[in-house]
């Protein structure tokens, strides 16, 4: 019998989404010090205004800092308005140590505590007013690929370590007559016309929220419930701009889930919600909901286990999903030695906030490794069963994996991650071919799906 994460388990509910330890070095900028900071609530009013053809943002985050300094959040578009614990304070940019990425920065060093910031701004990604029939299309698409492209293209937001309640309030203004459809995997109430209200789980990350306006039957959708193996019925809605489109996803979304839950365990998930665009442009993963061509819709569920279910701390852990994704890709190939010489795929800079790119490649031969390693105890999918069961709404690293992964099988795998995973010491192996999963899309087709 094997020893289930029972050290892991014990701190857990200690733990429970207050994430800071799974933040980044805290580091000195010219003016002070910069802090990672834990959010425990953040509010946003998102108005989509058809007299101003303009999306504005207000949001109020309530968040706590362990360590004098100055906050660290991010927000890719321009802010203004901010208050500060009801004081007008400045908000500059700062590059992370090793310029490997930027953030946005409070200009004011705070004791450590609770405290309260509010601030505004305009959304300009992925937002469309059309005149003619007075409705929005707008989407927080999000990617992984590349640095801050998660909800910190949008609203201001915390980074991926972090675990916060989020709402949005949803207000169309400007216009007399009702005319958007929401898709969402938060749960969602109407407060009035026009007027919404969208509630997302308190475990969701930066990279977990899906927010899709269009206009009202706009696209076709198919509202049904699955019965989990575990007998919850949860719904799930699927749509596209066809129904005959909407149909085959609605047939292929049964078919992985039935797939998933006999080899994971129940979905673990309020919901499923996905939006099937065309063929070529490979998917995005949400948290329980997917934006997907047909044949990257059972990779991008099997991230809500893997990615969404349980989750990347940093760009550093990102591979662990993609390796798990593509080696089910791969139909779960078993391999006597990864076949590669080495990498860094997850130890580069801590300070890195997207997955590696050759993760696909590298880590599903990683991972066809370890099932030939675990062969004698059920193979990889075991472990992960019980890693996902154990873990799922947490955020993760390599080492939490790697540790759970020697705990529970009583083998050493230092050896295998220093040479395969943490590997600075060699020629690193180049980015290979791009996944057809996650291909790079351009803005320009990125709006198009609105
Ligand atoms: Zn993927």
């Given at each position: 019998?094997?020893?289930?994460?029972?050290?892991?388990?014990?701190?857990?509910?200690?733990?429970?989404?207050?994430?800071?330890?799974?933040?980044?070095?805290?580091?000195?900028?010219?003016?002070?010090?910069?802090?990672?900071?834990?959010?425990?609530?953040?509010?946003?009013?998102?108005?989509?205004?058809?007299?101003?053809?303009?999306a504005?943002?207000?949001?109020?985050?309530?968040?706590?800092?362990?360590?004098?300094?100055?906050?660290?959040?991010?927000?890719?578009?321009?802010?203004?308005?901010?208050?500060?614990?009801?004081?007008?304070?400045?908000?500059?940019?700062?590059?992370?140590?090793?310029?490997?990425?930027?953030?946005?920065?409070?200009?004011?060093?705070?004791?450590?505590?609770?405290?309260?910031?509010?601030?505004?701004?305009?959304i300009?990604e992925n937002v469309e007013?059309?005149?003619?029939?007075?409705?929005v299309k707008a989407?927080?698409?999000?990617?992984?690929?590349?640095?801050?492209?998660?909800?910190?293209?949008?609203?201001?937001?915390?980074?991926?370590?972090?675990?916060?309640?989020?709402?949005?309030?949803?207000?169309?203004?400007?216009?007399?007559?009702?005319?958007?459809?929401?898709?969402?995997?938060?749960?969602?109430?109407?407060?009035?016309?026009?007027?919404?209200?969208?509630?997302?789980?308190?475990?969701?990350?930066?990279?977990?929220?899906?927010?899709?306006?269009?206009?009202?039957?706009?696209?076709?959708?198919?509202?049904?419930?699955?019965?989990?193996?575990?007998?919850?019925?949860?719904?799930?809605?699927?749509?596209?701009?066809?129904?005959?489109?909407?149909?085959?996803?609605?047939?292929?979304?049964?078919?992985?889930?039935?797939?998933?839950?006999?080899?994971?365990?129940?979905?673990?998930?309020?919901?499923?919600?996905?939006?099937?665009?065309?063929?070529?442009?490979?998917?995005?993963?949400?948290?329980?909901?997917?934006?997907?061509?047909?044949?990257?819709?059972?990779?991008?569920?099997?991230?809500?286990?893997?990615?969404?279910?349980?989750?990347?701390?940093?760009?550093?852990?990102?591979?662990?999903?993609?390796?798990?994704?593509?080696?089910?890709?791969?139909?779960?190939?078993?391999?006597?030695?990864?076949?590669?010489?080495?990498?860094?795929?997850?130890?580069?800079?801590?300070?890195?906030?997207?997955?590696?790119?050759?993760?696909?490649?590298?880590?599903?031969?990683?991972?066809?490794?370890?099932?030939?390693?675990?062969?004698?105890?059920?193979?990889?999918?075991?472990?992960?069963?019980?890693?996902?069961?154990?873990?799922?709404?947490?955020?993760?690293?390599?080492?939490?994996?790697?540790?759970?992964?020697?705990?529970?099988?009583?083998?050493?795998?230092?050896?295998?991650?220093?040479?395969?995973?943490?590997?600075?010491?060699?020629?690193?192996?180049?980015?290979?071919?791009?996944?057809?999963?996650?291909?790079?899309?351009?803005?320009?087709?990125?709006?198009?799906?609105?």
């Amino acid at each position: 019998m094997k020893k289930w994460f029972s050290l892991g388990l014990l701190c857990l509910s200690a733990q429970a989404l207050a994430n800071l330890h799974l933040a980044p070095p805290d580091f000195d900028v010219t003016s002070g010090r910069a802090v990672f900071v834990d959010f425990k609530r953040a509010h946003y009013e998102i108005n989509f205004d058809h007299s101003r053809r303009q999306a504005t943002v207000s949001t109020r985050i309530e968040f706590e800092q362990t360590k004098a300094g100055m906050p660290l959040f991010d927000l890719v578009p321009a802010i203004s308005n901010v208050n500060l614990n009801g004081e007008k304070v400045k908000v500059s940019q700062v590059r992370f140590p090793g310029n490997v990425s930027r953030s946005r920065m409070m200009e004011k060093t705070l004791a450590p505590g609770n405290h309260v910031v509010e601030m505004t701004n305009i959304i300009k990604e992925n937002v469309e007013f059309d005149d003619d029939y007075r409705f929005v299309k707008a989407a927080f698409w999000i990617r992984d690929l590349k640095d801050r492209l998660f909800m910190e293209q949008y609203i201001p937001s915390n980074f991926e370590f972090d675990q916060y309640q989020m709402t949005f309030d949803v207000k169309f203004t400007g216009t007399g007559i009702e005319n958007q459809d929401i898709y969402t995997n938060g749960v969602m109430k109407k407060i009035a016309a026009n007027h919404y209200q969208i509630n997302f789980p308190e475990y969701f990350t930066v990279s977990c929220p899906y927010f899709h306006v269009t206009s009202k039957n706009g696209l076709r959708r198919a509202d049904f419930t699955y019965t989990s193996i575990n007998g919850r019925e949860f719904p799930v809605t699927v749509y596209s701009p066809w129904a005959s489109r909407t149909r085959k996803f609605k047939a292929e979304t049964i078919r992985v889930m039935a797939e998933l839950e006999a080899d994971y365990g129940p979905w673990a998930h309020p919901s499923f919600v996905a939006y099937g665009t065309m063929p070529g442009l490979g998917g995005m993963e949400h948290s329980g909901a997917t934006v997907t061509s047909f044949n990257a819709l059972d990779h991008e569920m099997l991230h809500s286990y893997f990615a969404k279910g349980v989750m990347p701390a940093n760009g550093n852990s990102g591979w662990i999903d993609e390796a798990i994704a593509s080696w089910r890709d791969n139909g779960y190939k078993r391999l006597t030695t990864p076949g590669f010489s080495g990498s860094n795929i997850g130890a580069q800079s801590i300070y890195k906030r997207n997955t590696d790119d050759r993760s696909y490649k590298l880590g599903s031969a990683f991972m066809a490794y370890l099932d030939y390693r675990l062969q004698d105890m059920g193979g990889l999918k075991a472990f992960l069963r019980g890693y996902f069961a154990a873990y799922k709404h947490t955020v993760i690293t390599t080492e939490h994996f790697k540790n759970n992964l020697e705990f529970w099988s009583g083998i050493n795998f230092e050896e295998d991650f220093n040479r395969y995973i943490l590997n600075n010491n060699i020629a690193q192996p180049k980015a290979v071919d791009v996944n057809h999963f996650h291909p790079t899309i351009t803005k320009k087709a990125l709006r198009s799906i609105l």
